[in-house]
């Protein structure tokens, strides 16, 4: 009788496993790293999508950091490492306010632009920031992260 229970349990579940819609099966590679009081996130996800975000997990309701043009810059290479995109700085010196424990995120918009062949790819993603002089605090910097990207 025990067994049959349990084989009921076990048929259910799998069923119920299986019902899950389409978005919730999407494949994501997910990287993070904790950096005094920021963690860095980056994310690449089927079609394929990637974006960054930054999270500042300090003690006050909020933190200035100072960057060139974007937070974040997206470079990517093929599997022979010949570069497929280099971003750049765009502006000289920009201030961001980050609220505490809220994620500001920074998509690679390039990415759906770029003719890309079937492969692997590396990407590339380099959080450049700094906190405000009158801060005296400072960051090792710059945050450096690769995380792989296949193209179908």
Known sequence: MMKNYLYVVAVMLIVLAGCGDAASNKETTHMTRQVDDFD???IVEESPTAYATITYTGEDETQNIEHGGSIFLFNLY???GKR???DA???QLVTTTL???KALRVDFTQLSNLELKKGRYTLEVIADFWLPVESLE????PITMDIFIDIP
Do not use: G, K, P, S
Not at 138 to 141: N, P
């Open 78 to 80: 093929d599997e022979h």
């Open 89 to 91: 700085m765009t502006e």
């Open 40 to 42: 860095i996130d980056v």
């Open 138 to 141: 400072t960051i090792d910097r």
């Open 84 to 86: 497929e995109y280099v």
């Open 99 to 101: 609220e505490q424990n």
